[in-house]
């Protein structure tokens, strides 16, 4: 059973900066996509951004340009850095992977942005 764990959650000052990461129980080269998503309450999960084995990313609008993913291979982890927070944020922000026929998902990290 594949396993996924967040970590670096917590609270942050409007504008300020926080780095999530999501270790994985097996190698995440085996994960054809990996991705954060987040989800603020009362709303519905959302993308945050997802990278192939390439290295190839996609962003949602809202973070571009402030959000940056990372994946390392050799340490089973994907990171997550966030710059320039935003009330608009926070949120529960949950490591995902994805192989051909299956889709993993972390237990989720808190971000609270504080104005």
């Known amino acids: 059973q594949v396993q996924l764990v967040e970590s670096g959650g917590g609270l942050v000052q409007l504008g300020g900066s926080l780095t999530l990461s999501c270790a994985a129980s097996t190698s995440i080269s085996s994960f054809q996509h990996m991705g954060w998503y987040r989800q603020a309450p009362g709303k519905q999960r959302e993308l945050v951004v997802v990278i192939d084995t390439s290295d190839a990313t996609m962003y949602a609008a809202s973070v571009q340009g402030r959000f940056t993913i990372s994946r390392e291979n050799d340490k089973n982890r994907l990171s997550l850095q966030m710059n320039s927070l935003k009330s608009d944020d926070t949120a529960v922000y949950y490591c995902?992977?994805?192989?051909?026929?299956?889709?993993?998902w972390g237990q989720g990290t808190q971000v609270t942005v504080s104005s």
């Open positions: 995902n992977a994805r192989t051909s026929i299956a889709t993993f």
